[in-house]
């Protein structure tokens, strides 16, 4: 299940927007959180926290709009440099300090920061202000040689990469290098004098790449950099980043000018990230680690561990209890939890960042009811802060967290988590051998450097796939996705050997590890572990409470139910969208109530065309005369009928829409393929039995008339009814019966006849008005009101588009969005998730598969045609949606504000779509 | 080519319309020919005909709006009946005569009449006012029982079929006894005796049928046939043809209430029909029928020969002389070609109906250039006058016109004329044997009773299709048309006898006539003749005209190839449309530019990848590594080239749009179940070659990897181009390098890139970017500017709906109308048109298919939708059509409606398509 996406809207400027003459610079002190879209997320977090009398390090922030000058007409607006010039003024002015001048220069950093977080931009370059002139001055104003010299070692392979261009890796070469050269181990055993060389070094670099020198004018750098930033936000990276994520290219970002405060001054400074809460467990109590003597940088390098935040009480009381407060009251202000960097600078406290913190699913339900607890939010904002993705993640069983050590089982490596779940199976190589070990009744995993379309039958066959290479939008992932299948990808430490039948690696030990066919082995599609041997999967307490199995108001019961128990009441208090299952048999319908549905929104018939009845569905077909085929629809009645008795019955007091076939004939009939082969090699071979051979030829005949080129554009859906006599109004008069039936036992069957594949009014009013004959008679002759309600799929673009004259004959609209997504943009799913669709979604012509969250600007368009139109003609019409995006987050906000009726998704996801129409109506 | 359809706009009245109160009777006197909204077509031209002064009985005429009035309420409006018994009242005082009363009753006609013609609706009504008592009065009047007695008889005979809804078999088994038991061959022998008999029979079947006696009271008669012609508005026959014809359902009927006339009171009397001109021919001078003694029911029967109009001089001098004068008075007042109908009760004239009379396509060229050098008609009337239908009827090669007498073929029956051409071939009667023949060079005509899909594969291999049941909608007639094959169906004489592979039939002389398979036979599609041998077939003199084998103002030159001339310089100065041609090689771009092509519009590049080059295009797809890919495209290279290279030179100055690849790449590769049979009967095969089974083994990989469940919604397109590395540039490079040959040769090549089936913007922009670089370098290479633009097919719905964001990356948008109609119906053309579209027809549910002529509801939808937010986002934005519909007229008029630049169409329809761009720009 895709996160939500933000899908940025078009710019639209906060109604704070200064009046022109623009203002292109805000102080820390002039801006707040509320102006991301001006300051950026990381400036106006700054803004709010020195609003708040927070310390933070002053500086100011440039705004997206000089960014947009700026690319615009491809120079910095000329009020620009003014406005800098006056705050950099300011900053000097209440720093008491000159930008790199001076016997105690100041230095600043400059950093990224758009509205919505982007990977690919530009981010940091600090210490700007550092020359060959003011690194002496840093050097004896801090005392600390060593550390001015780092620092401007730091600031030259900073900017040369990022600034200037040079290909990172020749600095860090350089550094291996000497440290190869002096016997250092780590970057901390170079001394000063090592790093004035690396300097010296670096500065050739720079000329020979670049030629020119790095600049030693403190301004000239800054102002290098800050267009760097703006540079950066056409990059290819993030270019790319906003094509997939859907962020509009006119935003832009901000930059954020800072005076440096520095963590590794000594043992009375450091540096550290903390949450308010527990980002994984949602339990209560602040969380974080702290590094001693270090700057940010060395965090994420891991070369020293760091130390739980809670020692740093020891090591620095006075910050730590700051720290403490600040904390809550950037929760309090927040109103949620925040995640935060923090520098102590020579035992004084300075906040870096904040911003609302990341979290697990579990910790979201257990944060947002505490905060709602604490009366700190409303039951409504608590519904906000939980997702239908998380609430999805809670669903799926997961393995038993203690199974690592168990020694069942043991932790080979960990991938990409492409597909959630948790699966256990044979390890296999190939697609064949997935389906042969399949066929044998085993459950696979299939396992493969990466998959192609070649693939697909064994990706069918397997509980899970695993894969060395490839992204989350590789095709192994992508197609997972759409199966709704275990995906592990990328796992790079396994070295995948089809031809030999193996995966191996080495373990943490150095010993070899390997792992051939049959044999067993686990994979978490939530985390990327993977897993030797089976993991025992413990089902989610999540959906046993759905289920019924979990009381959530008793003592014992897990928070996260009570939790996820309370947010499900009000969300189903607030929301305007009922929300129905696809349920094609009684069991599903029961399963589905349990679950919440309030009726069925598609019941498709065709699935009760197979198994033992396969045989009278061939007569049908195959019947050469009008007697034979009439024959055949007879023997389907009573069978057909008692389907939708049992499903009137679990559905009691519900409605329950079914829809007539819809699929091609040649769907109940044998491969053509596989069927000629057979009856080729049948002729050739001598002493075939003529009796089957005559059957399979006729047979043959029948596919082959049957056969399409493209089956799904054919002759199916109510194409079918009009052109088979007697096909519909055999479903028409089971329905008919099964409801008369159920009426007469007192039960309270509420059915409603769907037409799928219409595309003009034409089609709707011919099958109505038989419909509606046969229902009368059997209103006549049994004695009772069905009042059956007709209407149709809209599923095609036509449909949408004359839906005005649709709904004249129509009493709902069901909108089948995935025909709609096949044939709006012309691809069938079944042929192209395989072939280009993880192409796309690196090329970023997809953010997402249109088939996961619906496409809002085509086929959304369509949706939102219809329903204005369908109203128009009929304001009581009916409105669902029954394509697979019923049960998708996004899409059911979509749906909500599309104004329909009810959306209808397979009982699996109901929870998520009660869930998300909730948080819609909330909103 | 379908005719075009008139698509009755909803209604709108004139703005003649009275104001309330409403007036629901109208005078003859009042009315005029531009009422017919209101009065109906029949009743505007007698009310136009009774305000010239020419002698049309009184009457008056009951519009429209009483009819959907009383439609509405199901009841007569309260004032219609006080207006009708005014109008009547005003009648009778005309006449001097009381309805059905007194000594010389007055008898009425009462006669339906919609705005457009319409079959299946209740047509006439003779003789009301006639009953027990008044049918004395006019044999006294007469004097002439007999013609009382039978006019009595025809009043019960229609009333009682048409007014109350008797079988109107019973009538006439009647007639039948009564005549064989009296020993009379025809209904004039039978005396006023046996009349008076009949009509006591058939009020006795009224009475029987009805429960009620046949009313004798006149007035009563009038307002059941009124309400009749009022109810007949919704008979399943009229609504069908409506439906098929797409005349909206709330425009309801007329009602003429006329003064009966009679033409059978003796020698001075009798009826006639004539055109003002010829209407076969288009030849000067009146033409028509005359009958002497006979009303107009008579002539219908065909019981007696009439005699040329001409003939009436002789007989009655002044009545001749005065039809003569009214003729004139009428086309020099209609201005245009006129058919009346009248008669002659005792020497005095009286005009019964006018119209502007039907024509052949080549009367109606030479009409139309005829009536603008009277100075009758301006040039753009003329050019109304026409349609592209007609020219196109005018461009088929047809048979010999000499032919049937010349004994080298003999005419043996007559089908309907169900899609044009003449066709020549030997008889075969089955697909199996149709194939089979072709196979061997031969030129077959497949003969069925009715074909159905399985004979797909021989409508294919035939020139053309005889069928001996089946209407105009049957399966042969409509995948025929599809197809362009020439298919007479419904040739009810032939006894096809598919068995015995033979067609038999009795000839004038009741001679057997048996054609058996491999005889040849030919058959008319344009008029439905059905021909025993060869028939010689002549070219068309208008596209020898076309290309400029006769020179139009020589003065032996036909005057119909004059005609055409004259219009189509007309056409061509007042179009705004441009016209291109599909075309991909130089030969059709040179004889597309000979019919007046402005351009290439669509220039295909799948053919040339066909043919000597399929190998290399094997080596493409089965290429397994970069190298042995770029390998094959380098190879390809010069080959493309060389291709555009001649199309730019036949279209040097001209604008050639050329789309990169689109079709999948199995269509390359043999069919999937073919090559399955072959390997598994070669597997099963002891002795064959390795080396062939290795080959095959690994092209029935690539194929299965391949293979598509629905490739028209597969890998095809823009997709291929971003999946298939290489591909697009090669294409794009021997573009650009064949444009900058002829740039060099001194050529002016205009080449425009056109991306075949883009979905969003992302798509265009990632080609884009790539072949824009590729032009530029070669713009840099070869030191010239080459001025090629880069744009768009639109042809998903999604494309259609996302245009506005499209366009800011396209420089033109070509909307594919066949893919466009094929994913906005979901159907395929392939596979529908020969399984559903018939029944489809048939049904009603099409008026014609949306592949022949543009749906303006949902495919036009998405144009007009498109047009606008592509010319919002880029208002210079160039826009073109290039499906099949840029050849249909009526799809013509909808392009020039919706604001296209051009379009483009096959060579053979450039002319239609100029002259319905001109029709649509004088319109």
Same mark, same amino acid.
């Given at each position: 299940?895709?996160?939500?996406?933000?899908?940025?809207?078009?710019?639209?400027?906060?109604?704070?927007?200064?009046?022109?003459?623009?203002?292109?610079?805000?102080?820390?002190?002039?801006?707040?959180?509320?102006?991301?879209?001006?300051?950026?997320?990381?400036?106006?977090?700054?803004?709010?926290?020195?609003?708040?009398?927070?310390?933070?390090?002053?500086?100011?922030?440039?705004?997206?709009?000089?960014?947009?000058?700026?690319?615009?007409?491809?120079?910095?607006?000329?009020?620009?440099?003014?406005?800098?010039?006056?705050?950099?003024?300011?900053?000097?002015?209440?720093?008491?300090?000159?930008?790199?001048?001076?016997?105690?220069?100041?230095?600043?950093?400059?950093?990224?920061?758009?509205?919505?977080?982007?990977?690919?931009?530009?981010?940091?370059?600090?210490?700007?202000?550092?020359?060959?002139?003011?690194?002496?001055?840093?050097?004896?104003?801090?005392?600390?040689?060593?550390?001015?010299?780092?620092?401007?070692?730091?600031?030259?392979?900073?900017?040369?990469?990022?600034?200037?261009?040079?290909?990172?890796?020749?600095?860090?070469?350089?550094?291996?290098?000497?440290?190869?050269?002096?016997?250092?181990?780590?970057?901390?055993?170079?001394t000063a004098g090592h790093l004035r060389e690396l300097v010296a070094d670096f500065k050739r670099i720079v000329r020979e790449q670049t030629g020119r020198d790095f600049p030693q004018e403190p301004r000239e750098q800054m102002d290098l950099a800050i267009q760097a930033v703006f540079d950066s936000w056409?990059?290819?990276?993030?270019?790319?980043?906003?094509?997939?994520?859907?962020?509009?290219?006119?935003?832009?970002?901000?930059?954020?000018?800072?005076?440096?405060?520095?963590?590794?001054?000594?043992?009375?400074?450091?540096?550290?990230?903390?949450?308010?809460?527990?980002?994984?467990?949602?339990?209560?109590?602040?969380?974080?680690?702290?590094?001693?003597?270090?700057?940010?940088?060395?965090?994420?390098?891991?070369?020293?561990?760091?130390?739980?935040?809670?020692?740093?009480?020891?090591?620095?009381?006075?910050?730590?209890?700051?720290?403490?407060?600040?904390?809550?009251?950037?929760?309090?202000?927040?109103?949620?939890?925040?995640?935060?960097?923090?520098?102590?600078?020579?035992?004084?406290?300075?906040?870096?960042?904040?911003?609302?913190?990341?979290?697990?699913? #579990?910790? *979201?339900?257990?944060? %947002? @009811?505490? =905060? &709602?607890?604490?009366?700190?939010? +409303?039951?409504?904002? !608590?519904?906000? /802060?939980?997702?239908?993705?998380?609430?999805?993640?809670?669903?799926?069983?997961?393995?038993?967290?203690? #199974?690592? *050590?168990?020694?069942? %089982? @043991?932790? =080979? &490596?960990?991938?990409?988590?492409? +597909?959630?779940?948790? !699966?256990?199976? /044979?390890?296999?190589?190939?697609?064949?051998?997935?389906?042969?070990?399949?066929?044998?009744?085993?459950?696979?995993?299939?396992?493969?450097?990466? @998959?192609?379309?070649?693939?697909?039958?064994?990706?069918?066959?397997?509980?899970?796939?695993?894969?060395?290479?490839?992204?989350?939008?590789?095709?192994?992932?992508?197609?997972?996705?759409?199966?709704?299948?275990?995906?592990?990808?990328?796992?790079?430490?396994?070295?995948?050997?089809?031809?030999?039948?193996?995966?191996?690696?080495?373990?943490?030990?150095?010993?070899?590890?390997?792992?051939?066919?049959?044999?067993?082995?686990?994979?978490?599609?939530?985390?990327?572990?993977?897993?030797?041997?089976?993991?025992?999967?413990?089902?989610?307490?999540?959906?046993?409470?759905?289920?019924?199995?979990?009381?959530?108001?008793?003592?014992?019961?897990?928070?996260?139910?009570?939790?996820?128990?309370?947010?499900?009441?009000?969300?189903?208090?607030?929301?305007?969208?009922?929300?129905?299952?696809?349920?094609?048999?009684?069991?599903?319908?029961?399963?589905?109530?349990?679950?919440?549905?309030?009726?069925?929104?598609?019941?498709?018939?065709?699935?009760?065309?197979?198994?033992?009845?396969?045989?009278?569905?061939?007569?049908?077909?195959?019947?050469?005369?009008?007697?034979?085929?009439?024959?055949?629809?007879?023997?389907?009645?009573?069978?057909?009928?008692?389907?939708?008795?049992?499903?009137?019955?679990?559905?009691?007091?519900?409605?329950?829409?079914?829809?007539?076939?819809?699929?091609?004939?040649?769907?109940?009939?044998?491969?053509?393929?596989?069927?000629?082969?057979?009856?080729?090699?049948?002729?050739?071979?001598?002493?075939?039995?003529?009796?089957?051979?005559?059957?399979?030829?006729?047979?043959?005949?029948?596919?082959?008339?049957?056969?399409?080129?493209?089956?799904?554009?054919?002759?199916?859906?109510?194409?079918?009814?009009?052109?088979?006599?007697?096909?519909?109004?055999?479903?028409?008069?089971?329905?008919?019966?099964?409801?008369?039936?159920?009426?007469?036992?007192?039960?309270?069957?509420?059915?409603?006849?769907?037409?799928?594949?219409?595309?003009?009014?034409?089609?709707?009013?011919?099958?109505?008005?038989?419909?509606?004959?046969?229902?009368?008679?059997?209103?006549?002759?049994?004695?009772?009101?069905?009042?059956?309600?007709?209407?149709?799929?809209?599923?095609?673009?036509?449909?949408?588009?004359?839906?005005?004259?649709?709904?004249?004959?129509?009493?709902?609209?069901?909108?089948?969005?995935?025909?709609?997504?096949?044939?709006?943009?012309?691809?069938?799913?079944?042929?192209?998730?395989?072939?280009?669709?993880?192409?796309?979604?690196?090329?970023?012509?997809?953010?997402?598969?249109?088939?996961?969250?619906?496409?809002?600007?085509?086929?959304?368009?369509?949706?939102?045609?219809?329903?204005?139109?369908?109203?128009?003609?009929?304001?009581?019409?009916?409105?669902?949606?029954?394509?697979?995006?019923?049960?998708?987050?996004?899409?059911?906000?979509?749906?909500?504000?599309?104004?329909?009726?009810?959306?209808?998704?397979?009982?699996?996801?109901?929870?998520?779509?009660?869930?998300?129409?909730?948080?819609?109506?909330?909103?």
């Open positions: 299940m895709p996160e939500i996406q933000t899908r940025a809207p078009s710019l639209t400027l906060d109604a704070n927007t200064p009046a022109p003459p623009v203002k292109y610079v805000y102080d820390f002190s002039e801006g707040n959180k509320d102006l991301k879209e001006l300051l950026g997320g990381k400036g106006a977090n700054l803004a709010e926290m020195t609003r708040l009398g927070l310390p933070v390090p002053p500086g100011f922030t440039i705004t997206t709009e000089a960014c947009r000058a700026y690319l615009r007409t491809g120079a910095e607006p000329p009020e620009l440099r003014d406005e800098v010039s006056a705050h950099l003024a300011s900053l000097e002015a209440t720093m008491g300090k000159r930008l790199g001048t001076g016997a105690d220069p100041l230095l600043v950093s400059v950093r990224s920061g758009a509205k919505f977080s982007m990977p690919g931009m530009m981010d940091t370059v600090l210490n700007i202000g550092l020359s060959d002139e003011s690194v002496d001055a840093l050097a004896r104003q801090s005392g600390n040689e060593r550390f001015a010299w780092d620092s401007y070692r730091r600031l030259i392979q900073m900017f040369g990469k990022t600034v200037l261009g040079v290909d990172g890796d020749l600095f860090e070469d350089r550094i291996e290098e000497l440290k190869r050269a002096v016997g250092a181990a780590t970057d901390v055993e170079l056409n990059g290819d990276r993030a270019r790319l980043y906003r094509r997939q994520e859907r962020i509009p290219n006119d935003l832009g970002t901000a930059v954020n000018i800072c005076a440096m405060v520095f963590g590794n001054l000594g043992p009375d400074s450091g540096t550290g990230v903390a949450f308010t809460r527990d980002p994984a467990g949602g339990h209560q109590g602040v969380y974080g680690d702290y590094l001693c003597n270090a700057q940010g940088e060395d965090v994420v390098a891991g070369i020293r561990n760091t130390v739980p935040l809670a020692e740093l009480e020891a090591l620095d009381k006075t910050s730590y209890d700051q720290l403490m407060s600040i904390m809550e009251t950037l929760e309090n202000h927040y109103r949620d939890l925040c995640d935060i960097e923090f520098t102590i600078e020579r035992g004084k406290l300075w906040m870096l960042q904040t911003r609302v913190g990341k979290r697990t699913a #579990a910790a *979201a339900f257990r944060i %947002a @009811t505490q =905060l &709602a607890d604490q009366g700190l939010i +409303s039951e409504a904002e !608590a519904l906000q /802060r939980v997702t239908g993705a998380q609430l999805a993640q809670l669903m799926f069983p997961r393995f038993d967290n203690g #199974a690592d *050590a168990t020694g069942a %089982a @043991t932790h =080979l &490596a960990t991938g990409l988590a492409a +597909s959630p779940g948790a !699966a256990v199976g /044979r390890a296999v190589f190939s697609s064949e051998a997935a389906v042969a070990w399949a066929g044998r009744g085993e459950r696979v995993i299939l396992v493969r450097r990466e @998959t192609n379309p070649d693939d697909l039958d064994g990706m069918l066959a397997a509980e899970g796939i695993l894969t060395s290479r490839g992204g989350k939008t590789s095709h192994a992932a992508v197609v997972a996705r759409g199966m709704g299948k275990t995906c592990v990808c990328g796992a790079e430490a396994l070295e995948v050997d089809t031809k030999a039948r193996r995966l191996s690696l080495t373990d943490r030990n150095g010993d070899a590890v390997v792992i051939g066919e049959g044999d067993l082995i686990s994979i978490d599609g939530s985390s990327g572990k993977v897993y030797a041997g089976e993991v025992p999967v413990v089902p989610s307490e999540v959906v046993e409470y759905f289920e019924g199995g979990v009381d959530p108001l008793a003592p014992d019961t897990d928070d996260l139910v009570r939790a996820v128990h309370r947010i499900m009441t009000f969300a189903d208090n607030v929301r305007r969208l009922r929300v129905r299952a696809n349920a094609d048999t009684a069991e599903d319908a029961a399963r589905a109530r349990r679950f919440g549905a309030e009726g069925i929104g598609l019941c498709r018939t065709e699935h009760m065309f197979l198994g033992e009845r396969r045989e009278l569905v061939e007569h049908l077909i195959l019947a050469g005369t009008d007697e034979e085929r009439a024959a055949a629809l007879t023997a389907l009645l009573p069978l057909q009928r008692a389907d939708f008795t049992e499903i009137f019955e679990a559905m009691d007091g519900l409605p329950v829409t079914v829809r007539l076939l819809d699929p091609p004939l040649h769907e109940f009939l044998p491969d053509l393929t596989e069927l000629s082969v057979r009856v080729a090699l049948n002729d050739a071979t001598p002493g075939t039995d003529p009796d089957t051979a005559d059957t399979d030829h006729r047979l043959l005949a029948a596919v082959q008339r049957l056969h399409e080129q493209n089956p799904m554009l054919g002759l199916r859906g109510v194409r079918l009814g009009l052109v088979i006599p007697g096909l519909f109004s055999m479903q028409v008069r089971a329905i008919g019966e099964a409801a008369a039936d159920r009426r007469e036992a007192g039960g309270d069957p509420r059915a409603e006849i769907m037409i799928p594949l219409v595309g003009t009014v034409q089609e709707l009013e011919l099958v109505r008005d038989e419909a509606e004959q046969i229902i009368a008679s059997i209103e006549r002759e049994r004695g009772v009101s069905l009042a059956i309600t007709l209407g149709t799929m809209i599923e095609l673009p036509r449909a949408a588009l004359t839906a005005g004259q649709i709904a004249e004959s129509a009493d709902f609209f069901s909108f089948g969005t995935n025909d709609l997504t096949q044939t709006v943009w012309g691809f069938s799913r079944d042929d192209v998730e395989g072939s280009f669709f993880s192409a796309y979604l690196e090329k970023g012509v997809f953010g997402v598969s249109p088939f996961e969250t619906i496409d809002v600007d085509g086929v959304g368009a369509l949706v939102r045609a219809a329903v204005r139109a369908g109203r128009a003609t009929r304001p009581d019409l009916k409105l669902g949606v029954c394509g697979e995006h019923g049960g998708d987050p996004y899409s059911v906000h979509f749906f909500h504000e599309a104004g329909l009726d009810y959306v209808s998704c397979s009982p699996f996801r109901i929870p998520v779509a009660r869930l998300e129409a909730g948080r819609a109506a909330a909103d």
